[in-house]
C-alpha cells in the first residue's frame, strides 16, 4: 500500500533532506509544506496519511497545526518532530493536538521510520493479527478453552532504584498449549471468538491465587483489555482481587482502542473506590496512551520498550523520557520503565529520575516471586 507522508517545518532545508532521505528509503509519497498555512490549502485539496510538523514555526506553532488536523481530517497520524522539547509543548501537543508520538531532533531516519510505520499499524493498515489454524481438526473455540485450561501465571519483578528493593511484580499469562502457546496468539484468538472478558476473568482468578505467596509490600501488576473495565464481574463478588485491591494495579494496555467503550470514566472511578490503582501501558508508542494519562490520570505509567532500550546512546530517546518524566512529575503520576536488559540503559533512565525499573536484567517472568536478593544481584552484575 502506497502512504502519503506530508512534512511540516519553515526550515525549508529541514524539510527538503527529510523529503530526499525518506524518498531513498521507504516507498511512500512525502509531500512538504513551510508553513501552517501552506499545509492546511496542502490538506484541502489532497490527502495524506500523516502529517509531521516541526513546533516552532512563525504565527502559527506545530501543536496548534495539527489541533486543526485533528479536527478538519481526524483520521490524519499527526506526529511532532522538533528540537522544543518544553513542557508547555508537550501538553499542549498531547491535550489538543492528540498526536500520535513526540520525536526530538536530532531523529535518526530509522526511528522516524519506525514510527510511521507504527502509526500504520496501529491504525490497523496492515489488516489485524492472524488467529493460529487449529490443530488436530479442532475448531478455533475448542482450541481457545483448552488454553484457557491450561493457563498460567509468571511474575516480573519491578524494583525501586532509589529503595534498591523489589516494588512490585507484573502479572503475565503463560500456557502450554501446543497452539496457543503464544501469549499474542491467545490474545488474537480471545479478540476474534469475542471472548476477550472471558480470558482478563481467567487470569485475574489465577492472580488472586499467587497473591499470598507475594511479599507483603509489593503491588501486583495485572494487565486488563478495556473491554472489561465496563463489565460488571470486575465490580462484584465475581472479582477475586477486590478483598486485595490496595495491592492491585490494573494495567490499561493498547490491545484497543478505550475510546470505543462507554461510561469508562464512571467505570475507573468506581475501581478507584474499591481500592485499586490504575496504569497506563507503553507510554510514548501511541496517541491512546497519552490520551489515557490526560483522562484517567493513573497512578503509574510505563514506558514501552522501544524507547527505553538503547537509550543511552540515544539523544532522541533521552530528551522525549526527560519531558515525559517532568510532566509526569507535575501530575502526580509515577513511571516505570520497562525492558531494561543492559547496565547502561538502567544508568541512564536512572539519571533522567526514572525510579522504577522492569526488564531482564533484574528478572525474567517466572513462576513464584523472585525474592529481593536474587533480584539485586541480577542488577548489579553488569555494574
Not at 512490585?168 to 502457546?181: I, N, T
Request: net charge negative; hydrophobic share 45%; glycine share 6%.
Amino acid at each position: 500500500m502506497s502512504h502519503r507522508i506530508l512534512l511540516v517545518d519553515d526550515d525549508v532545508r529541514v524539510t527538503q533532506a527529510l523529503r530526499r532521505t525518506l524518498h531513498a528509503t521507504v516507498p511512500w509519497e512525502v509531500q512538504t509544506a513551510n508553513s501552517a498555512r501552506d499545509a492546511l490549502a496542502m490538506l484541502e485539496r489532497e490527502s495524506f496519511d500523516v502529517v509531521i510538523s516541526d513546533e516552532r514555526m512563525p504565527e502559527v506553532s506545530g501543536s496548534e497545526l495539527l489541533q486543526e488536523v485533528r479536527r478538519r481530517w481526524p483520521d490524519t497520524t499527526r506526529i511532532i518532530l522538533t528540537g522544543e522539547a518544553s513542557l508547555e509543548s508537550t501538553i499542549r501537543a498531547i491535550n489538543d493536538a492528540g498526536i500520535y508520538r513526540f520525536l526530538m531532533k536530532p531523529c535518526r531516519t530509522d526511528e522516524l521510520v519506525a514510527c510511521i510505520e507504527a502509526s500504520f499499524r496501529a491504525k490497523g493498515t496492515q489488516g489485524p493479527p492472524a488467529a493460529p489454524v487449529p490443530a488436530n481438526g479442532g475448531t478455533l473455540a475448542q482450541n481457545f478453552e483448552r488454553a484457557v485450561a491450561g493457563l498460567w501465571v509468571a511474575f516480573q519483578p519491578i524494583v525501586s532504584s532509589a529503595r534498591g528493593r523489589v516494588f512490585g511484580y507484573e502479572a503475565l499469562m503463560r500456557s502450554e498449549d501446543p497452539v496457543l502457546r503464544s501469549p499474542l496468539d491467545l490474545l488474537a484468538v480471545a479478540e476474534q471468538l469475542g471472548r476477550t472478558v472471558e480470558l482478563d476473568h481467567h487470569v485475574l482468578q489465577l492472580v488472586a491465587r499467587c497473591a499470598s505467596e507475594a511479599p507483603p509490600d509489593a503491588l501486583l501488576f495485572v494487565n486488563l483489555h478495556p473491554a472489561t473495565i465496563v463489565d460488571p464481574f470486575l465490580y462484584n463478588d465475581e472479582n477475586a482481587l477486590i478483598p486485595i485491591a490496595p495491592r492491585i494495579v490494573l494495567e490499561l494496555t493498547e490491545r484497543s482502542s478505550i475510546e470505543s467503550f462507554p461510561n469508562v470514566e464512571e467505570k475507573i472511578a468506581a475501581l478507584r473506590e474499591l481500592g485499586f490503582r490504575l496504569a497506563v501501558d507503553d507510554l510514548g508508542t501511541g496517541y491512546s496512551g497519552l490520551t489515557c494519562l490526560v483522562r484517567f490520570k493513573p497512578e503509574f505509567v510505563k514506558y514501552d520498550r522501544e524507547l527505553v532500550d538503547g537509550i543511552h546512546a540515544s539523544n532522541t530517546r533521552t530528551k522525549l523520557v526527560s519531558t515525559l518524566e517532568q510532566l509526569c512529575r507535575e501530575i502526580g503520576i509515577r513511571t516505570i520503565a520497562e525492558g531494561i536488559e543492559h547496565a547502561v540503559d538502567r544508568d541512564a533512565l536512572v539519571a533522567l529520575g526514572c525510579d522504577l525499573l522492569q526488564g531482564y536484567l533484574f528478572g525474567k517472568p517466572s513462576k513464584g516471586f523472585i525474592g529481593a536478593e536474587a533480584v539485586r544481584s541480577a542488577a548489579l552484575a553488569n555494574t
